[in-house]
């Protein structure tokens, strides 16, 4: 008797047991979402709106990325240093620096903008990256500053500021191409109200 009652038991748990499994692989099934392994991208909201605060701002003609690809090009971060936020010696200085996304199918890389009046602009972003090239891009010289790594960055003079572009100086950097196209899109930031 007493194991015919064992027996019952461990077939009451066993069958208790298949009932709350079914209940959570019907919870997970239904319920918790699914989605692709790769997560979506946060962008920035409002980067334009931030850029020509900064550009009103700033103590020089700012220029900034414009008209890229939204699919493509995704502001992910942005960073912006106006003139007297910082006191001491960089009082003066007016910082935007805006980092991308280059969001393709099959694989993301990452692109940084930054525009800065600090004398040693280029010093303070790249270190002592020597200049190894030029390059044309939509009528402006550019230099090419590639480290030893092969991490390549584009940097020019603009109206008292020094644009730089670069591949993050990490793994999954942008490729020069992207880096031109980058460099190409870069126009005054219009402060005025429209």
């Known amino acids: 008797m007493a194991r015919k009652r064992g027996q019952e038991t461990i077939r009451d748990m066993a069958l208790s047991l298949a009932v709350v499994m079914a ?28 850029v020509t605060s900064f ?7 700012v220029l900034a990325p414009s008209g890229l690809a939204q699919d493509l090009w995704k502001p992910t971060s942005l960073r912006v240093q106006a003139p007297g936020a910082v006191q001491g010696d960089d009082n003066d200085l007016a910082v935007l620096t805006i980092g991308y996304v280059v969001d393709r199918k099959d694989h993301r890389t990452f692109a940084r903008y930054e525009v800065s009046n600090a004398p040693d602009a ?10 190894t090239g030029h390059r044309a891009i939509e009528g402006e010289t550019w230099d090419e500053r590639r480290d030893d790594d092969g991490h390549l960055a584009l940097t020019r003079p603009a109206g008292g500021s020094t644009v730089i572009i ?5 793994s999954g950097g942008a490729s020069l191409e992207d ?14 109200a429209s």
Not at 30 to 38: A, I, M, Q, S, T
Not at 55 to 61: D, F
Not at 122 to 131: A, F, H
Not at 179 to 192: C, G, H, K, N, Q
């Open 23 to 50: 209940g959570v692989f019907a919870f997970v099934f239904f319920v918790l979402p699914r989605g692709d392994d790769e997560q979506a991208v946060k962008v920035v909201d409002n980067a334009a709106v931030s």
């Open 55 to 61: 550009a009103r701002q700033a103590p020089y003609p």
């Open 122 to 131: 280029v010093q303070r972003l790249l270190g002592n990256r020597p200049v």
């Open 166 to 170: 670069d591949d993050g100086d990490g």
């Open 179 to 192: 880096l031109a196209a980058l460099a190409a899109s870069v126009r005054p930031v219009a402060t005025a």
